[in-house]
């Protein structure tokens, strides 16, 4: 009883801030707070399965008719009057009923290892046999891919404007338009991205395992590392998932070029999932099916200078460890980044010239899933907290 009347409370403090905030003239779009996120039910996945044959499947104004394939062409704000570039959205409608699956890829416009096993998993999909409808977006961001560039127009972006607005600055106009005409008919949604600015990432899901539709699809994955954490503010996997849908993200490797070994491993983790769920039969099933979760955190460079890797991604290290070197070539000194724990690489920056502050490491603490989610519980809990918290001091205020 009481959770129920925490849930309204949160609901009546969620509902009036984005409506605050998208209503906030030039900068209307600005990320919603986490405090709004997760306030509703999230969609169940197994409630679709019905044994029923499919029906026709019906999608930015086209109809797919059961056991087919389409392409289509999605006029988002993207595309201008006289420029129509139409972002490409291929649908595979099954022969049975079962949930829409939707993947997308380059949100980021630089990071290519999910457009191709978006590609992938898609072409190796026969209608005939698929349970359920997949929906792949393989390039959400067309500009900044033809740009070779992470952000949208306006430079700014895009995973830090959903769920957006259809009257607020650019970027929220595209997130607007994707969550309205394509993520709100999903059923799921994975989200594929990499590291972002010259830093690769072990495959790994992100995923918010206080969200319990959330944790039944990362189960989903095999063998795949699972992170947990809330999506960022305004980011795509957080918006979806208030939104009822509940949405993960896939990162592998790195931005600007295809790692076809970790392109493959990818593609093999998306059929695990697309098996698990129920919507196809055969696959190449992951060999080793107990997902590994971790809590996680960032080494900064202390100093600015050239970073020289001394540790892979996915080693074990031990508190000490040196990590890396950062050289200062101008007075030849050598620093040396040493571990503040023990734990496993989960992320690190390339090679490259780093300033002091620069997130070089990402390192993963192993837990069980049950510590993960109790974490994830008194995390929603504090949130809860400090949303009733202020909600009181404001009301002091206002008594005032
Ligand atoms: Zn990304």
């Excluded at 209307?28 to 996120?37: A, I, N, Q, R």
């Excluded at 019905?50 to 062409?73: D, Y």
């Excluded at 600015?304 to 460890?321: E, F, P, Q, R, Y």
Aim: net charge positive.
């Amino acid at each position: 009883m009481k959770n129920a009347w925490l849930v309204l409370l949160l609901l009546l403090v969620a509902v009036p801030a984005l409506a605050t905030e998208a209503a906030d003239g030039a900068e209307g779009d600005l990320p919603v707070k986490k405090e709004t996120v997760v306030v509703q039910e999230t969609k169940d996945l197994r409630d679709r399965f019905t044994g029923e044959p499919a029906t026709t499947f019906k999608l930015i104004g086209t109809e797919i008719e059961p056991g087919t394939r389409r392409s289509l062409q999605w006029f988002s704000p993207q595309a201008p009057g006289g420029f129509a570039v139409a972002t490409p959205v291929i649908v595979v409608n099954g022969h049975k009923a079962g949930p829409v699956l939707c993947l997308t890829a380059a949100v980021h416009g630089d990071e290519l290892n999910g457009i191709e096993i978006a590609r992938r998993v898609v072409n190796s999909l026969d209608p005939k046999k698929l349970k359920g409808v997949v929906v792949s977006v393989p390039i959400v961001n067309l500009e900044g891919f033809f740009r070779r560039e992470r952000y949208i127009g306006d430079r700014r972006d895009l995973n830090r404007y959903f769920p957006g607005s259809p009257d607020g600055a650019y970027p929220g106009r595209v997130a607007y338009a994707l969550m309205e005409e394509i993520v709100k008919h999903c059923d799921a949604v994975v989200d594929l991205h990499t590291g972002s600015f010259y830093r690769e990432n072990l495959p790994q899901l992100r995923a918010d395992l206080a969200v319990k539709q959330v944790a039944y699809l990362a189960e989903g994955f095999g063998g795949l590392t699972v992170l947990h954490n809330a999506g960022p503010s305004g980011s795509l996997r957080g918006a979806a998932t208030a939104a009822g849908v509940p949405a993960v993200v896939m990162e592998i490797g790195g931005p600007l070029s295809l790692d076809l070994k970790k392109v493959e491993l990818g593609v093999k983790s998306l059929e695990t999932l697309l098996h698990t769920i129920g919507m196809i039969d055969r696959a190449r099933i992951w060999k080793n099916p107990q997902p590994v979760f971790y809590a996680s955190q960032f080494i900064r460079a202390e100093v600015g200078g050239i970073l020289i890797n001394k540790v892979k991604l996915g080693a074990t290290i031990k508190t000490d460890t040196v990590l890396a070197e950062i050289i200062d070539p101008i007075n030849n000194s050598v620093f040396q980044v040493r571990s503040p724990t023990g734990g496993t690489i989960l992320g690190r920056a390339q090679n490259q010239f780093v300033s002091p502050g620069f997130a070089i490491f990402r390192i993963g603490h192993k837990r069980s899933k049950e510590e993960l989610k109790q974490k994830a519980k008194a995390e929603k809990e504090a949130q809860t907290e400090k949303v009733l918290e202020e909600l009181g001091a404001n009301e002091a205020t206002r008594d005032r």
